[in-house]
T-cell receptor, first 114, second 111 residues
Framework: GAVVSQHPSRVICKSGTSVKIECRSL??????MFWYRQFPKQSLMLMAT?????????EQGVEKDKFLINHASLTLSTLTVTSAHPEDSSFYIC??????????FGQGTRLTVV | GEDVEQSLFLSVREGDSSVINCTYT??????LYWYKQEPGAGLQLLTY?????DMKQDQRLTVLLNKKDKHLSLRIADTQTGDSAIYFC???????????FGQGTELSVKP
């Protein structure tokens, strides 16, 4: 299957700082990227959907000013958690798809805010 | 709204078959998926089934779909310790549509 690379795999940051997570499609052009959040022992909750070159569509209850998503190219989307707080600690996963094909998932990023 | 439900835990012995069940509510779902997640990792697509199919088999994996009851199952034959992971079912409207995930079933395989 296609490869989606997500970095970093793990990050620890201080409260109040911002953290950027990258999601890259390595061998295909990702017209759409999805960002999910997963709490321990729970399912994946879709945060937002981004299409290349346009603004992301956020799910209800997700603060767009806190979780900034940029999808500036067909191979890269970034999620920036701004002014992070301990309650933002979670596992963040991206997925990417090209056209109407299936979506492939990144390895995930474990964010810990201290 | 859309909802996908799974049992949370399943424990089997190595060599036995595992059956993980899933129910969904959205009758307009066209694709149903099974993903595997190992600890601290992303999701790996195992298989998927289109809603006009009843069954799909791929090596040790068999997917059964009862569209009338909105019930999906994943059978893993000859379960191995390496199959221990969390298994998520998911549904979407269209192959590239938004995925709605179940809570995940933690499969534990004992030697």
């Amino acid at each position: 299957g296609a490869v989606v690379s997500q970095h970093p795999s793990r990050v620890i940051c201080k409260s109040g700082t911002s953290v950027k997570i990258e999601c890259r499609s390595l061998d295909f052009q990702a017209t759409t990227m999805f960002w999910y959040r997963q709490f321990p022992k729970q399912s994946l909750m879709l945060m937002a959907t981004s299409n290349e070159g346009s603004k992301a569509t956020y799910e209800q209850g997700v603060e767009k000013d806190k979780f900034l998503i940029n999808h500036a190219s067909l191979t890269l989307s970034t999620l920036t958690v701004t002014s992070a707080h301990p309650e933002d600690s979670s596992f963040y996963i991206c997925s990417a798809r090209g056209g109407d094909k299936e979506a492939f998932f990144g390895q995930g990023t474990r964010l810990t805010v201290v | 709204g859309e909802d996908v439900e799974q049992s949370l835990f399943l424990s089997v012995r190595e060599g036995d078959s595992s059956v993980i069940n899933c129910t969904y509510t959205d009758s307009s779902s066209t694709y149903l998926y099974w993903y595997k997640q190992e600890p601290g990792a992303g999701l790996q697509l195992l298989t998927y089934i289109f809603s006009n199919m009843d069954m799909k088999q791929d090596q040790r994996l068999t997917v059964l779909l009862n569209k009338k009851d909105k019930h999906l199952s994943l059978r893993i034959a000859d379960t191995q310790t390496g199959d221990s992971a969390i298994y998520f079912c998911a549904e979407s409207q269209g192959q590239g549509g938004k995925l709605i995930f179940g809570q995940g079933t933690e499969l534990s395989v004992k030697p």
